[in-house]
């Protein structure tokens, strides 16, 4: 019986491990499938070495995936270095995709994007990349240790510099308490972790990269009011002096940015500091009156997607 057994017990074995590799293999040609959209023009230089943080600007952008269904239209506006834009506006106007612009994901078809000046399909995707930290929405975690998953942002960092990232992120006190600390296996095959301590390992992960340009794209996920704040703060941590695009689904997040663009179909509708734009009493105003009433922020982020 027992010989039996083993064959089929490894069998099993064999058959989840061909399992998980054909998932983390469809996961690669996902994302190589999201890298062949643009190519290098012939001779392309890297992005000039960038000693501070930069100016970024979107010059008339225009794009669409499809042809036929324009997304951005003769979109500009600029970041200035080290400062933070934000981004707010309903499902669907447009948002992540200048975040995908920006790490060229894809081309633009009208205008240009420049990083310091440089137009980014002028200079190698690489370099680019190399400038950029993302912080998206839904992070995806090797099948590795903590530690692993965290340098990944700078190979070759030590350990105090992935526990000094991890205590800045505040994610370091959770992952002491996990019994294997930072040898502990996250992902499909290790621990789950929730969607608010995936995204602070993102952070941890970013502030070891040490970009000059950031995107931060906020999780849409209702938080309580306690976890709101820490997001906030760990924001603003992770944006200090850095470049920043901030894709918002909240209205707190977004109140110290310099500029915030409300978006809508591809357009900027509305454009300003917080304080102007509750001044122009139009659609910022009332997202943001909505909040102030009391509203349960996941119900005002919902507002903000139902407001025209
Ligand atoms: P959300 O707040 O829900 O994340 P968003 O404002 O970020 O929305 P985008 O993701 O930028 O919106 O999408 C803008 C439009 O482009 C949507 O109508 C969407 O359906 C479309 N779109 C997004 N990605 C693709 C794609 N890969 N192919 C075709 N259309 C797409």
């Known amino acids: 019986m027992l010989q039996l057994y083993m064959p089929l017990n490894f069998l099993g074995v064999l058959y989840r491990e061909i399992k998980q590799s054909l998932i983390d293999l469809q996961k690669m040609f996902t994302l190589m499938e999201r890298e062949r959209e643009v190519d290098d023009a012939g001779g392309a230089r890297p992005l000039r070495q960038l000693q501070a943080p930069p100016t970024v600007r979107f010059e008339s952008v225009g794009f669409a995936y499809d042809p036929a269904r324009p997304i951005l239209r003769q979109l500009s506006f600029e970041i200035p270095a080290g400062k933070t834009v934000a981004v707010v506006g309903p499902s669907g106007s447009g948002k992540s995709t200048l975040a995908r612009l920006l790490y060229r994901f894809y081309d633009v078809q009208q205008g240009r994007i420049t990083i310091a000046g440089q137009d980014i399909r002028a200079v190698t995707q690489a370099s680019v990349r190399q400038a950029i930290g993302i912080v998206p929405q839904d992070t995806v975690l090797f099948n590795d240790t903590v530690a692993y998953n965290i340098a990944y942002g700078r190979p070759g960092a030590t350990q105090a510099e992935i526990e000094s990232a991890a205590r800045a992120a505040r994610i370091h006190d959770f992952i002491a308490g996990t019994p294997a600390g930072y040898e502990t296996m996250v992902g499909e095959r290790g621990l789950k972790l929730s969607g608010g301590e995936k995204q ?30 820490a997001i906030q703060a760990e924001l603003q941590g992770v944006a200090r002096n850095k470049t920043t695009l901030l894709i918002a689904h909240r209205l707190s997040t977004v109140v110290d940015a310099h500029e915030i663009l409300v978006m809508e179909a591809g357009r900027i509708v509305e454009r300003g500091t917080h304080a102007q734009l509750l001044a122009q009493q139009g659609r910022y105003a009332r997202m943001w009156e909505l909040q102030q009433s009391g509203a349960e922020e996941s119900a005002a982020a919902q507002e903000m997607d139902a407001v025209h």
Do not use: G, Q, W, Y
């Open 200 to 229: 602070r390992v993102a952070i941890a992960r970013t502030l070891l990269k040490d970009p000059p340009v950031l995107i931060f794209d906020e999780a849409t996920s209702a938080l309580d009011s306690a976890n709101e704040r």
